[in-house]
Structure formats: C-alpha cells, structure tokens
C-alpha cells in the first residue's frame, strides 16, 4: 500500500481525498475511485501498481490456503 501511495502522491497529487483512502478504495477494486484515477489522465501507473499487489496478495493468500492446519492435540 506505501508504494501505492507513494505513487498516487508523485503521480495524481489533486485528488481531494486522503491518498491512504484512495490507495485503499483502489486495492478493494471500487469501480468509481478507479474511474475517477483513469479520468485523470496520469493514473496509467497507479492502476499497474494496483493490480500487481493484489496479484501478490492473491498468490499469498492462496498459498497460506495450501498450507496444512494443525490438528487439534497435534505438536508442531
């Protein structure tokens, strides 16, 4: 999300509300923030960072899914 924002701060610095929230709102894929982002003109590389690290999120969590829960009684 810091390199979300970053980018939103470097990229899009008019937006008129908080970059956490936007960095946020965007990394829940909210169709109206991501309009309003690509409306800007400069929003090309936000949207890629985006979609990049909920790529890496995705392939996390799957892989925390892949792993074997402990049995109940079971020493680790």
Known sequence: MEQIEKIIDQDIPHL????????????????????????????????????????ISTMFLMMMLMLPLPMPGMVS
């Open 16 to 55: 008129d509300a908080p970059t956490s929230w936007i960095a946020l709102k965007l990394m829940e894929d909210d169709p109206e923030i991501i309009k309003k982002i690509e409306e800007t003109g400069k929003g090309q590389r936000v949207i890629r960072e985006v979609k990049k690290s909920r790529d």
